[in-house]
């Protein structure tokens, strides 16, 4: 007798995703060893002179320019983040908790193109950041903040922060106060409990948040493009200007497969980079 | 008045011997959570090295009662003093007191050593030092060889005694301890507790228990407060508590007891007599001071205060046995009694004897055989 009898009937629907899913990167992958027939969509032979042609520095230099893109990301992610989600998870009083949840999660359902253009509004030469600071005294002419990378992270963070906040809410939740309690009773005073307690014991919900912001941003297309104009280059920006641009869809398709693998090896570097702090928080 | 002062002098830690300046004094300290009152004005002075046991059911106050001592919550009203200086505004950190939680809090990144090391480290002890105390504090609590475990390398017994060292490492001005026993298993338990019991007396460290359990408040303290909706009952020692409870919430609490009505029907001083059926028990009168003869009375009676004797015996109530529960060292008869008892009395007798000489059904006579045995006006618990 199955005890779980509903579980195929469950599990049926993500089956069907992952069939989707798996489908279409088997034809990336098909496309990626194919040659590209100028002026046609068809593709030709196999080939793997696609891979080959990375190592030209235009795109290495694209996967490096994304690399540093998501680091500086997540990490200003994070530092903003985190006093948001450990003031979340802190305060006593209901009306701030409601504010920096619609503050901090609001982002999630406004979608990335909506976000962005907000950001174009906010950063641009006669936008509201530079008119404010030119009416304020402060600047004498615009600073260029369009078409930066600096642009560029800016609304990047405002995307990846929403995700940020959940998880190290989640980790901060799970931290019992007593803990701080003990470390208060033995003398420590607020910041020696921060660094010495509580900041080691949220470290899981670190590294889970800095490698999901990671990951996001290295597949972040709209606001790259949009903020970037084409300035920033990124591997996402990349991969779209050569297959709906030049239509190489081959090239693209290898870009892409390339970029998975990166940002996978990222990540799974970054989680052994951290396995030792995880570890000394004691909750793996 | 709230609260009432134990009435024995015989006890080295009766309140009012106010030659020791107190190691923790509370005085009239309230707090409220909104709008209800989770302590009303606390009076309470701990003696050095007395073990006082806050005792109470959930949500009596005992547990804020701690909190305010250990300086995690800020009273609204109140002075509290530890040896003798005021800290009602001084933040936890600065008190110097040590705490053992419920579930011991141990932090779960770091080593035995170095959770003991952490109230050392703050003070900014030298290493050698601190390596030193460690090994005493590890010694004392039988732990030595587990400076490198990490605490969830260890038993729910093992944790206790680590908790417990790192507390002590800081020779904190008072040791609080909140329900530490309530994880063990009932084995564990008792030894942890004689263990903990000698551990405090050998270094005399002034102590505050946190429990609901009647037992370990009566076995293990100097005195206890009975505490019940944010109000101290009474402070006393163990056996005054048992003996002479104050009320009639500490006598149904602290033991059990059988609630027999009776009826005034002589004073004298400071004794009254009272009549339950046909027997009459002289008893203290404070308690029913208010009353008048003729008035009627709750009697409370202590199950092992009554014994059988032969039915139609003289000055002995009659009833009726209706169950009996073997025990092993003793049996606990169930006894119907209408007219004198509105619940069938438990009685508590030693031996197996009545096993057979007591089957259910049989009509006995009951002796009241004690001096302990105290009135209080009818009605709820007040």
Known sequence: MNKRPFLGWFVSPAGLVAVGLIAALLAVFQYSVRAYVPGSLDVGDFTLQNFAAMLRPLYAFAFGNTVLLCFETAVFTLLLAYPLAYALVRTNSSALRSFILIVSVTPLFLGEVVRTYSWMIVLGNNGFLNTLLIKLGLLERPVQMM??????????????????????????????????????????????IFFTITLPLSMPGIVAGFSTAFAWTFSAFATPQLIGGGRVSTVSTLIYQLGFSSFNFPFAASLSLIGLALSLA????????????????GST | MLMRTDRTTANRFAAGSDKVRPAVQLDGVTKRF???????????????????????????????????????????????????????????????????????????????????????????????????RVEEALALVKLSGFADRKPRQLSGGQQQRVALARALVIKPKVLLLD????????????????????????????????????????????????????????????????????????????????????????????????????????????????????????????????????????NALRGTVATQVFQGDHVDLYIDAPGIAAERILLRAPGIAMLSSCPAGVEVGLKIDSDDIVAFPPGAAP
């Not at chain 2, 800290?87 to 770091?110: C, D, K, S, W």
């Not at chain 2, 507790?193 to 429990?211: H, N, P, S």
């Open chain 1, 266 to 281: 990222v990540i799974a570097l970054l989680k052994k980079a951290a396995s030792p702090l995880e570890r000394m928080a």
């Open chain 1, 147 to 192: 078409f930066t990378a600096g642009g560029v992270v800016a609304a990047l963070v405002h995307v990846t922060m929403p995700i940020m906040v959940i998880m190290l809410a989640a980790a901060l939740s799970h931290i019992d106060r007593n803990y701080e309690k003990a470390a208060e009773s033995l003398g420590a005073g607020p910041v020696r």
């Open chain 2, 34 to 132: 909104g709008g209800s009152v989770a302590l009303h004005e606390a009076w309470l002075k701990i003696q050095p090295s007395e073990f006082m046991t806050l005792l109470g059911p959930s949500g009596c106050g005992k547990t804020t009662l701690l909190n305010l001592v250990a300086g995690f919550l800020e009273a609204d009203n109140g002075e509290i003093f530890i040896e003798g200086a005021l800290v009602t505004e001084t933040p936890a950190h600065m008190r110097e007191i040590g705490i053992v939680f419920q579930n011991y809090a141990l932090f779960p990144h770091m080593s035995v050593a170095n959770n003991i090391a952490y109230g050392l480290k703050t003070r900014g002890i030298d290493k050698r030092e601190i390596g030193r």
């Open chain 2, 179 to 314: 329900e530490p026993f309530s994880a063990l298993d009932k084995n564990l338990r008792g030894s942890m507790q004689v263990e903990l019991k000698q551990i405090q007396r050998e270094l005399g460290v002034t102590t505050i228990f946190v429990t609901h359990d009647q037992g370990e408040a009566l076995s293990m303290s100097d005195r206890i407060a009975v505490m019940s909706a944010g109000r101290i009952r009474q402070i006393a020692a163990p056996d005054d508590i048992y003996r002479r409870p104050a009320d009639r919430f500490v006598a149904s609490f602290v033991g059990d007891a059988n609630i027999l009505s009776g009826r005034i029907v002589e004073r004298q001083g400071d004794s009254a007599i009272v009549a339950i059926g046909d027997v009459r028990v002289n008893l203290a009168a404070a308690p029913i001071a208010a009353l008048s003869i003729g008035d009627a009375v709750d009697v409370f009676v202590r199950p092992e205060h009554l014994t059988v004797t032969a039915q139609g015996a003289s």
